[in-house]
């Protein structure tokens, strides 16, 4: 009966479509697709972009491969990184017209380490409605198998290009207990790793996803030690996107003053690389404290 209702409510979510043409303002879909095997595209999703009037597409040639390959022609326009904040104004006008429009990027889910933001925050502002299509997500798919704890993880996208930004982010990291989940370029996956096993331990467990849903598709697991090795001694294991995914920290009961030393650890790592406003906005973010008290906590680091 449940699945009855749920294809019922689909069918009348596209056969309405029409109808809401007439409405003042159109619809925004945030539209997941494909990491890597075209099958993976669920119906919905297809049925999403050929019912849509534009497609807002993070590269349109990769994404117009995608819909030729679904047989679909549809008008197409450019929102990346670069021109999201100029592109969104036009966007909003399309939906204002009552069109509606599917945000996709180059694979997976948008606004997952993807352009989007911006885009999606103003037409919820403006009130148009805003619908998930989900799918696909590299990051998820890769947890599912990694066998990591993951009842808590903490997904922190790209770590910086630089050595120095991407060691003091581990810093920052080494004592959290969540899961830790990484994205990384495959012309920086050895110096991150070895980065991690310089600053986090080189026995602390990893498993890295690589070309995840693709035809090479590998895991590496074990110590970042041994996986370290394994990549090295690997021919292919520069190649391709990888999910980085790291055991979190033990767990350790500590008196309140050993917590306040870890804070001010944290701070002075950041305050080596950021100015004091953002040393406070991002220690806020991490620990859950007051961005005013950790300010004037990395002021007297600072000063002092």
Do not use: W
């Amino acid at each position: 009966m449940r699945e009855a209702k749920a294809l019922k409510d689909e069918v009348s979510d596209f056969t309405s479509s029409d109808s809401r043409k007439g409405e003042l303002k159109g619809t925004l879909y945030v539209v997941a697709t494909p990491i890597g095997n075209l099958d993976d595209l669920s119906p919905r999703a297809a049925r999403t972009l050929a019912s849509v009037d534009v497609v807002a597409a993070e590269d349109t040639r990769h994404s117009g491969r995608l819909l030729s390959h679904l047989g679909i022609q549809k008008r197409m326009v450019a929102l990346h990184d670069h021109n999201e904040k100029d592109r969104a104004a036009g966007i909003l006008t399309e939906l204002q017209a009552g069109r509606d429009v599917a945000l996709i990027s180059d694979a997976g889910t948008p606004l997952i380490s993807d352009p989007g933001y911006v885009l999606v925050r103003e037409a919820r502002a403006a009130g148009h409605r805003v619908s998930p299509i989900p799918g696909p997500c590299a990051l998820v798919a890769a947890l599912s198998v990694a066998g990591l704890p993951t009842d808590r993880f903490l997904y922190v996208g790209f770590l910086p290009a630089k050595r120095s930004g991407r060691r003091a982010s581990l810093e920052v990291l080494s004592s959290e207990v969540a899961t830790l989940v990484f994205y990384e370029s495959p012309h920086r996956i050895m110096e991150s790793v070895r980065d991690i096993a310089d600053v986090l331990g080189s026995d602390r467990e990893i498993v890295l996803g690589r070309e995840i849903t693709k035809t090479f598709e590998t895991f590496y697991s074990g110590s970042v030690a041994d996986v370290l090795a394994e990549l090295e001694r690997d021919p292919h294991g520069n190649r391709g996107e990888f999910v980085v995914m790291v055991r979190g920290a033990a767990a350790q009961a500590g008196s309140e003053e050993a917590a306040t030393m870890d804070v001010d650890r944290m701070l002075r790592v950041l305050l080596a690389e950021l100015p004091v406003k953002k040393v406070a906005k991002m220690a806020s973010e991490l620990t859950g404290l007051s961005k005013n008290e950790l300010y004037q906590r990395a002021l007297a680091l600072k000063d002092g």
